[in-house]
């Protein structure tokens, strides 16, 4: 057993000043002391007097296969087999080391990741895997594996993917802005596709995202019953604009809604991509006056990067995407939830996400308190897989 005593603590939910001792033992939290420093004789202590302790941080959107390079999406198709492993594990450290313990990965090469994980060793952060997203042929990341035509192809996909031992079921809802030909503003499946792919998931034991930008889109896949929204951007024909009609339903749908803020300030964006995603209106100020729209209408926001799709995107960005929600106006407590205890029930990760008795000591320690300074999740002093310190 040892102890870590810190000033405060974030549970997942909140945060916990005036000192704290958390007991580790077996890779779980033995005990949780708030408002005190007092530690059991002859226990080891990791001191931490000005340390926040939090859950490890899960990134609820990343794709593994993707190196963070130029192009790294349209790369995969070409990628070799022999090298894919490679570059999973070196996302999945480099993860580890900005304090993320946990990862949803959202689209894969040809269902490399759950074939991966069948094999991994321990020492890296937790997967969750999708396996290639579902797409239409020539639709967004078709590269990846994933186009299908028509229900019954739909329906086969989801059985496939769920026999190989993926989590979660991802769907294109609409185009996206890294592969030429598709429309960001339109849908791409027709209302009975969509809905034959939730049920699917659903009849498997699976819960369904879907990649949506479009408007149209957003609300096709809300009336279909998909689980999650990865992006929702509300792109339109005529700009880009979360609806308060739309966030009230999301929000009483209880729709998970993962808008993938937060990127690399010191990576120079290729003037091309800059205008691709101007012209679908995705500019900073409208994705985090989005993400504000959201936040204030009650809708269940959880943090994942994108991680994975460019230099702008390199695995381990999540404390960026967790401090763009709070330069929306998101509240900071409510952003760390979105990385913790939120993820971890979006993504299925019983045990995780919170400090309390009895979960999995997956735990990251900062400097500071980063609900009045978020940049302090940048610079972790220590991360705990299963109460052993890995970075």
């Not at 859950?55 to 192009?71: K, N, T």
């Not at 998909?226 to 308060?244: K, L």
């Not at 205008?275 to 809708?299: F, I, N, P, S």
């Not at 400097?367 to 109460?387: M, N």
């Amino acid at each position: 057993m040892v102890a870590i005593r810190v000033a405060r603590l974030f549970d997942g939910e909140r945060m916990h000043d005036g000192g704290a001792v958390v007991l580790v033992s077996g890779g779980r939290i033995a005990e949780v002391r708030l408002g005190t420093d007092a530690v059991p004789e002859d226990l080891p202590v990791v001191e931490a007097p000005d340390g926040t302790l939090l859950p490890g941080l899960i990134d609820a959107h990343v794709h593994l296969c993707a190196d963070s390079g130029p192009g790294a999406l349209d790369r995969l198709a070409d990628l070799p087999d022999a090298e894919v492993s490679g570059v999973i594990e070196a996302s999945l450290r480099a993860q580890l080391a900005a304090g993320v313990t946990a990862v949803r990965d959202l689209g894969d090469r040809r269902g490399a990741v759950p074939a991966w994980r069948a094999a991994a060793g321990a020492g890296l952060p937790t997967v969750v895997a999708s396996g290639a997203p579902l797409t239409t042929v020539g639709g967004h990341c078709g590269s990846m594996g994933g186009e299908v035509r028509g229900v019954a192809e739909i329906r086969t996909a989801v059985r496939d993917r769920a026999a190989a031992g993926a989590d979660v079921v991802k769907i294109m809802a609409s185009g996206g802005v890294f592969t030429p030909g598709t429309d960001t503003t339109r849908p791409q499946f027709t209302d009975e596709e969509l809905t034959a792919a939730v049920r699917a998931a659903h009849e498997h034991g699976l819960p369904i995202t879907a990649h949506a930008h479009a408007t149209s889109a957003v609300r096709q896949a809300l009336r279909a019953g998909v689980d999650g929204i990865e992006h929702c951007t509300c792109v339109t024909a005529t700009g880009t604009r979360v609806e308060d009609d739309l966030a009230a339903a999301l929000a009483e749908a209880g729709t998970a809604v993962c808008a993938t803020l937060g990127s690399d300030p010191a990576v120079v964006v290729p003037p091309a991509v800059l205008a691709m995603a101007e012209r679908a209106g995705l500019t900073q100020a409208a994705l985090q006056d989005g993400a504000a729209r959201l936040y204030r209408a009650g809708v269940r926001l959880v943090a994942g990067s994108d991680a994975g799709i460019g230099p702008a995107k390199p695995h381990g960005i999540l404390p960026a995407t967790i401090a763009e929600y709070v330069h929306s106006g998101i509240d900071p407590a409510t952003a760390l939830a979105a990385a913790t205890s939120v993820a971890a029930q979006v993504c299925g990760l019983a045990g995780r996400g919170r400090i309390r008795r009895g979960e999995d000591a997956d735990l990251v320690l900062v400097d500071g308190d980063p609900t009045r300074d978020i940049t302090t999740l940048a610079r972790p002093r220590a991360v705990y897989l299963a109460g052993e310190p890995v970075a």
